[in-house]
């Protein structure tokens, strides 16, 4: 038996295709861990969504910033997808149903004790320990469950609060977790979320990976996880900050990838698509 993570799908069903077959992936012998983003800025989100469901148990899918936006899409109000999403033909399906309660009952964070491993779509709040990370994770999974989803989704979108406090409630508390598990990429040396700035680190950014904050409370455990595709950090450095970083980039033209937990084998398919970015 084989655990592959898998980076950000993003509706390119044709690559999650090959790399299947690239590494041989048997559903009734291996698992499979992805880590968010099944959806958007690709052309198949829909197929992709329909793969990964039929695949059934053993999948272990975890939530991400576009999977969460199609939900928030498809249920709230006058929500109307932007211009660069590509998600309509999940709307438009005649299973869309099935497929958005599927989608918001799965993970925003799973943790394998035999592997010591966290499955994540962006980071973990340097302040949490693994306790506080799966707990949070779990206020969050509880509301987006709930028969009031529809209102956690209407609060989720926002920047603030930016520090993790353990006396957070309501809405800004779940917002603060949804960030940390799905937007996340830079803090301050202090600890604090810094939302906006995408690109790659450099030695003269004033921001750290949120995986690089000194006394990081989670750094005892390795960590999966995707949403970074500048990010670029050496495998050399990955054993360094015990994480393991799977965004390459396929939507971009980069590549999909594949991490065999057990053994550090990393298999790669290229890219078919290339998403605009204008």
Known sequence: MAT??????????????????????????DRLWLVGDLVN????????????????????????????H????????GAKPRRRDTFEDVLRAPDRDELLDWLRRQPLLHYDARLDRVLVHAGLSPEWDLATALACAAEAEAALRGPDFVDFLAHMYG??????????????????????????????????????DKSEPTADKPLLPWFGVPG??????????????????????????HVYPLDSGAVWGGELSALCLEDDRLVQVRSGFAADFD
């Open 159 to 196: 920047d603030e609060p930016d520090r993790w406090d353990p006396m957070l409630h309501g809405p800004a508390r779940l917002r603060f977790i949804t960030n940390c598990l799905t937007r996340m990429r830079y803090c301050a040396p202090d600890g604090r979320l810094e939302m906006n």
């Open 216 to 241: 990081r409370a989670n750094a005892g455990h390795g960590i999966v996880f995707g949403h970074w595709s500048t990010l670029r950090l050496p495998r050399a450095r990955w054993r360094e900050h």
């Open 4 to 29: 592959w993570a898998i980076g950000d799908i993003q509706g390119c069903d044709a690559e999650l295709g090959a790399l299947l077959d690239a590494i041989d992936f048997d559903s009734t012998r």
């Open 70 to 77: 199609l939900l928030a899409c498809a249920h709230l109000p």
């Open 41 to 68: 800025r690709g052309p198949a989100s829909l197929a992709v969504l329909r793969r990964v469901r039929a695949l059934g148990a053993c999948v272990v899918t975890v939530l991400g910033n576009h999977d969460l």
